[in-house]
């Protein structure tokens, strides 16, 4: 369930959320725009929601980013947050994903990241409450199976962070990550499809998590919210867990 908790800590602020269609990035533009922001959704798809902004954009090109950021500037006026949560799945061994699946992952989930953080930069540094949000995952840090290009990804992502909010300290721009568990997305729904048995393979994915239950995309959107609101003003540098106890729990 969408909350708006604290009520209009985002107010007057805008904020660009990419994936910002569906999942997490759905979720948390519904959680912003309760809370006062004003959104932009960046997607790859164009969404017909009139509480938003909505642009079309492929993280993979640096010109559409920058014209995407730079449409924001021109109907907005401003930008205060940015939530870096576009990125693509992978499963698989080390084996089992070949070279071009690799280039592409890594081409949306990292470097995807770097170009729009990139255009927001001379932007965001204008603001009081500059902050950036990124959607990394328990993969980053947790061995799981099957994962390893899209850990490898998000490995990246959790590293890129910290450094991120050691250079932008100066500019007074937070940089923080949720590192979310199995979260009940589409992605998630898609990989169910292919399984050969797709009831087992959604039980088993359950089975891992302490909690006994995946997690829900409205909880991660709350994370979100807390590091990329004004209220957590001296958090940065930081990696939230929304696992359901997957990377810290034993039972």
Not at 216 to 230: G, K, R
Request: charged share 20%.
């Amino acid at each position: 369930m969408i909350s708006p908790a604290y009520g209009n800590d985002f107010e007057a602020l805008v904020a660009i959320v990419t994936g910002g269609a569906s999942g997490i990035g759905a979720a948390t533009a519904e959680l912003l725009d309760l809370r006062g922001a004003t959104v932009a959704i960046v997607d790859r798809a164009p969404l017909e929601d009139e509480r938003y902004l909505s642009l079309v954009c492929d993280l993979t090109d640096d010109a559409q980013v920058v014209a995407a950021v730079g449409e924001v500037m021109t109907r907005l006026g401003r930008l205060d947050v940015l939530v870096n949560n576009a990125g693509i799945g992978a499963a698989g061994t080390l084996s089992e994903n070949p070279d071009d699946e690799w280039r592409n992952v890594l081409d949306v989930n990292v470097l995807g990241l770097v170009r729009m953080s990139r255009a927001a930069y001379p932007h965001l540094k204008k603001s009081a409450s500059a902050s950036i949000v990124n959607t990394c995952s328990v993969v980053a840090s947790t061995g799981v199976c099957n994962r390893a290009l899209y850990s490898a990804s998000k490995g990246a992502v959790e590293s890129l962070t910290r450094a991120m909010a050691a250079d932008y300290l100066r500019d007074r721009i937070r940089v923080n990550a949720v590192m979310p568990g199995t979260t009940d997305t589409p992605w998630i729904g898609r990989l169910l499809e292919v399984a050969e048995d797709p009831a087992a393979a959604q039980a088993a994915l359950v089975a891992r998590q302490p909690m006994g239950r995946l997690v829900s995309a409205e909880e991660v959107a709350n994370a979100i919210a807390y590091l990329a609101s004004p209220l957590a003003a001296s958090t940065t540098g930081t990696t939230l867990a929304v696992d359901g106890g997957m990377a810290g729990v034993r039972v």
